[in-house]
């Protein structure tokens, strides 16, 4: 294995810590939808914006390898295969294609333009948030017997709780990758 392959794999394993660190803080349950407000999907957008898709995507398959293990990593002490089929389960599985996304965009704008934060902040508006919207009211609108488009116009409640996590995952993205050696594989 060359040091670059296990330079990822290190990085990987520690943004699968800090998801980990960052579900200890409880979820925010708002009673209109059965899906809580949580910090673990600012990991998630920050693992696509520094990792890139391979390593991004491998530290949130780690984080679901502990999460079916019944290891409670969840916002909320939750754990085990069951979350994969209960109401969240839609937004939990959008969480895999979060990094895949942000990380092929960032990492093809950072190619032509080196200051665009703009550009990654709608990147992850985009593919972080709206991502997750489209995937959890797909799958929570089916498993509800709910109109599509009730669910999705419920998304509505958490967009400026998602729009200042965007934010901070842009800043806190390129802050690191500016002042360190982390950089996008």
Do not use: D
């Given at each position: 294995?060359?040091?670059?392959?296990?330079?990822?794999?290190?990085?990987?394993?520690?943004?699968?810590a800090i998801l980990i660190i960052l579900g200890l803080f409880p979820p925010i349950t708002?009673?209109?939808?059965?899906?809580?407000?949580?910090?673990?999907?600012?990991g998630i957008m920050i693992s696509g914006e520094l990792?890139?898709?391979?390593?991004g995507t491998i530290s949130v398959i780690i984080f679901y390898l502990l999460i079916i293990l019944g290891i409670p990593v969840l916002s909320g002490s939750r754990g085990g295969i069951i979350v994969f089929l209960g109401p969240t389960c839609g937004y939990l599985?959008?969480?895999?294609?979060?990094?895949?996304?942000?990380?092929?965009?960032?990492?093809?704008?950072?190619?032509?333009?080196?200051?665009?934060?703009?550009?990654?902040?709608?990147?992850?508006?985009?593919?972080?948030?709206?991502?997750?919207?489209?995937?959890?009211?797909?799958i929570l609108s089916y498993q509800s017997h709910t109109p599509f488009i009730t669910i999705f116009i419920s998304n509505l409640f958490f967009v400026p709780n998602d729009?200042?996590?965007?934010?901070l995952s842009t800043l806190i993205a390129r802050r690191l990758r500016k002042h360190t050696h982390i950089f996008i594989i």
């Open positions: 294995m060359n040091n670059l392959k296990i330079e990822g794999l290190v990085m990987a394993s520690a943004m699968t708002l009673g209109l939808i059965p899906v809580p407000i949580v910090l673990q999907n600012i990792l890139g898709p391979r390593y599985i959008a969480w895999i294609l979060t990094p895949i996304f942000i990380g092929y965009s960032v990492k093809y704008f950072n190619k032509r333009n080196k200051n665009f934060w703009w550009k990654e902040f709608l990147i992850v508006c985009i593919f972080g948030i709206l991502n997750s919207y489209l995937v959890g009211s797909l729009l200042i996590k965007a934010i």
